[in-house]
């Protein structure tokens, strides 16, 4: 077997091993771009495919590349997540469901503030009251947790929305 003919059954195993894993309910941003194209690319620091950089040209054998990881989550999408919640309440949602996500909704912005590029020092407040919540319920609050601890939880989501108004820059 010639070079060119390992290095082309190399690539045509790392196209068909990234299209079972895509096709077996893994990220579709893992899949292999339209086209067949046969190398892989990391996405930059947001993610974003612009930013992507291939793998040097002279590599001398195909070896999968690590999954791609999908970027931190940005504070201005897990923070209109949380003001979802805000015209919802027990009576419309029932109870167990509304207070899971508003506890939910809570948790990715905290994951989100905290790993922003500005750093978790940019959002002192929202992350100390956040912080504060999941001191009082604990950790793996059950249903009943949430709603024994209900004027906690929204007073915490409605405090934390109050912050984010008065910072538009952060979530715009």
């Excluded at 109870?95 to 939910?104: E, N, P, S």
């Excluded at 009943?144 to 008065?166: C, F, I, P, Y």
Aim: with cysteine; glycine share 8%.
């Amino acid at each position: 077997m010639t070079t060119f003919s390992v290095r082309k059954a190399a690539a045509t195993a790392v196209v068909l091993a990234a299209f079972a894993v895509s096709c077996g309910g893994a990220d579709d941003r893992s899949a292999p771009p339209p086209g067949g194209a046969t190398t892989t690319a990391t996405a930059g620091a947001e993610g974003n495919p612009a930013e992507a950089t291939a793998p040097d040209a002279g590599d001398s054998e195909a070896t999968p590349e690590a999954p791609v990881t999908p970027a931190p989550e940005r504070v201005r999408d897990a923070f209109a997540g949380l003001q979802a919640t805000l015209d919802n309440s027990c009576a419309t949602d029932g109870c167990a469901y509304f207070l899971g996500r508003v506890h939910d909704e809570l948790l990715r912005l905290e994951r989100a503030m905290k790993a922003d590029p500005k750093g978790p020092g940019h959002f002192p407040e929202p992350l100390a009251l956040i912080g504060a919540l999941e001191r009082e319920l604990g950790d793996a609050p059950s249903a009943a947790d949430l709603e024994k601890h209900q004027k906690s939880l929204l007073s915490t989501r409605d405090r934390v929305n109050t912050w984010m108004q008065g910072h538009p820059d952060d979530y715009r």
